[in-house]
């Protein structure tokens, strides 16, 4: 029998040739290719079509500020054929996914289980700082129907409708509440 030593100096040499081999090779593409690469990855030049598309989009756009005047009549319809407005209320309601307001009227989407990581606790305001619409909502796990905000409020329609915007534009309201 035929033994084989090698000395430490041979085994590390060997050891850094396999490893090289068995690298990935990363090959380097011009900088003109990547708006090209981006319009990919972001779905733009193959648009989807299923509720499941319209998912897999917003999970893409996660945790960027996006105007809301933009996202349902540009954003969405350059990734999704024929889309529309109420796929987006769809897609909300059967899934993990969150929206919530921003300043400069621009929302976040995120996983609902990884809100704490994508957004600041809101809750955590003084109550002088919240605006004063949010009284009206006792339970913050409950949904409103905007109808029985206006019963409860004694107020009309047209009055609370412009404070639950505005809560929303301060952070401190989310799609779930109402």
């Not at 085994?11 to 011009?30: E, G, H, M, S």
């Not at 600041?120 to 909502?137: G, K, M």
């Amino acid at each position: 029998m035929c033994e084989h030593i090698i000395d430490s100096e041979s085994d590390a040499i060997l050891l850094r040739l396999c490893r090289q081999a068995a690298r990935n090779r990363v090959i380097t593409k011009p900088i003109h290719c990547l708006p090209k690469l981006f319009a990919v990855r972001q779905g733009l030049l193959s648009p989807g079509t299923s509720e499941d598309d319209l998912y897999e989009c917003l999970t893409l756009l996660s945790c960027i500020p996006l105007p809301a005047s933009q996202l349902e009549a540009d954003i969405l319809p350059a990734r999704i054929k024929n889309y529309a407005p109420g796929r987006l209320d769809s897609v909300f309601s059967q899934s993990d996914l969150i929206w919530f307001g921003e300043k400069e009227k621009t929302i976040l989407i995120c996983p609902e289980q990884e809100r704490e990581l994508a957004f600041p606790d809101t809750t955590s305001a003084n109550d002088e700082t919240l605006p004063p619409i949010l009284s009206a909502f006792i339970d913050p796990n409950a949904t409103y129907e905007t109808s029985t905000l206006s019963q409860n409020l004694k107020t009309s329609l047209s009055h609370i409708t412009p404070q639950i915007w505005d809560a929303v534009w301060t952070g401190t309201h989310n799609q779930h509440r109402i």
